[in-house]
């Protein structure tokens, strides 16, 4: 029946295997009391995010070492996500700083407000450090993307 609702989409069934199925990047056991994850990855996975010495804003290069921080402590599956922010040159004592920022209460119940900057080097950090104490988030984006290389 699903098949039938749109020509470009195939859905299939798959089999369990060994007590388990991989559903998107978890693999998913049942054992005879409980239910375990684990991490799946597909055969061409390259596990690389933006390294840690690239010249991108922090904010960019957290941002998967914060996706991994998340899945080590939803699903206890610390090894391999370690592994993946250490070949990315991150010191994993990243993960204890993001696990310790999570728990620090808002103290500000103000509605944020977001101004985007693009991010250029130590010139961007100066003039975003000005809305620090404010109610404003700094967003930043980059030049150096697929849409301008492209000349989209």
């Known amino acids: 029946m699903f098949n039938t609702i749109s ?26 009391n409980k239910i375990v994850f684990d991490i799946y990855r597909k055969p061409t996975t390259s596990d690389n995010i933006i390294p840690n010495d690239s010249y991108h804003p922090s904010e960019h290069k957290l941002a998967a070492v914060r996706y991994f921080a998340n899945r080590i402590d939803r699903y206890d599956v610390g090894h391999a996500e370690k592994q ?4 990315n040159k ?26 985007k900057f693009t991010y250029i080097g130590k010139e961007t950090r100066r003039i975003t450090k000005l809305f620090k104490n404010t109610n404003v988030r700094i967003a ?11 000349n989209l």
Request: aromatic share 8%; net charge positive; charged share 25%.
């Open 140 to 150: 930043f984006t980059t030049n150096n993307n697929l849409g301008k290389l492209l």
């Open 90 to 115: 991150f010191h994993t004592s990243v993960l204890n700083k993001i696990k310790a920022s999570k728990t620090k209460p808002d103290s500000e119940n103000q509605r944020k407000r977001w101004a």
């Open 7 to 32: 020509p470009d989409l195939n859905f299939t069934l798959e089999q369990e295997q060994n007590n388990g199925l991989n559903f998107l990047d978890l693999t998913i056991r049942k054992t005879t």
């Open 84 to 87: 993946v922010i250490c070949n």
